[in-house]
């Protein structure tokens, strides 16, 4: 007897197909190790301090430096970047990840495909954050002072699937949100810039929004670091198509992420 596949469901498969064939490393020209070793400056002990020292203050001066505190990163995080290197090998998701090393941005991430989404999608979250925050998600800069490709990939993973987890967290680009975020990022990852940027972030919050984070984002943050499991290899897989296909709130559920909720008064 013939049967016909119900046409929402042809519809996801064709999404996953597209979103697979997208996001698939094997497609792209030059792989992840040509390309830092393209990127890559060797520096010694010294060097290294005075790259800290020097980013580290200009970060402070003028928090928009995304060069400053992308290179803060890189020289201040080796054994945080082990760390998470070590998490993602625990999952399974992780392990493929590190295996294919697949990239976000413009040329491997259907965007138009995830924008015709279910609206409570992963996939459709994320492309209308980068929609509606004007957000390219070819901006990250390349890894260019970490010498193991390996660990060099995880944190160019990092940085590229920073959006996706401000998407997933519902926070806003604004400073109180980039702090929040910061702080998630910080706890669960262990890289001394997203916990320095939590702290002095926070100190540039106007006096309203300071309150609102004291007494809501800073609680929240520090709470969902601790208790949701690994973001980085749960949320780092635009590459696994389920994902993206999947609802947000099923992604918390498993996640052990909970929403942030007002009371107004």
């Known amino acids: 007897m013939y049967l016909r596949k119900p046409i929402q469901k042809i519809k996801s498969e064709v999404q996953i197909r597209l979103i697979r064939y997208y996001t698939a490393s094997e497609n792209a020209k030059v792989t992840y190790h040509e390309e830092m070793q393209n990127n890559f400056i060797a520096t010694n002990i010294f060097q290294k301090a005075l790259l800290t020292c020097g980013s580290a ?12 505190i992308a290179c803060l990163g890189e020289v201040t995080g080796e054994n945080a970047i ?50 509606d925050n004007n957000i390219t998600a070819d901006s990250r800069l390349p890894v260019q002072f970490i010498a193991d490709p390996e660990l060099a990939y995880v944190m160019q993973r990092y940085r590229e699937v920073h959006d996706l987890v401000h ?5 806003k680009t604004n400073m109180l949100g980039e702090v929040t975020v910061k702080w998630v990022e910080g706890i669960q990852t262990k890289l001394p810039m997203c916990i320095g940027g939590g702290i002095w972030g926070a ?25 949701a499991k690994f973001l980085q290899g749960k ?8 994902r993206a296909v999947c609802s947000v709130s099923i992604l918390k559920k498993d996640g052990n992420k909970t929403s942030m909720i007002f009371t107004r008064r």
């Open 203 to 227: 100190a540039r919050l106007r006096p309203k929004h300071r309150q609102m984070y004291l007494k809501y984002y800073l609680p929240w943050a520090i709470r969902t670091g601790n208790n």
């Open 167 to 171: 998407a997933s967290l519902f926070m």
């Open 57 to 68: 203050v200009i970060a402070l001066l003028d928090p928009h430096r995304g060069d400053m």
């Open 82 to 131: 082990k760390y998470m290197h070590s998490k993602m090998l625990q999952t399974e998701e992780g392990q493929d990840i590190l295996k294919n090393k697949p990239r976000i941005n413009s040329k491997t991430i259907a965007f138009e495909t995830l924008s015709q989404m279910p609206e409570n999608s992963l996939g459709r979250v994320y492309a209308d954050f980068m929609k």
């Open 235 to 242: 949320l780092k897989h635009l590459y696994n198509a389920k």
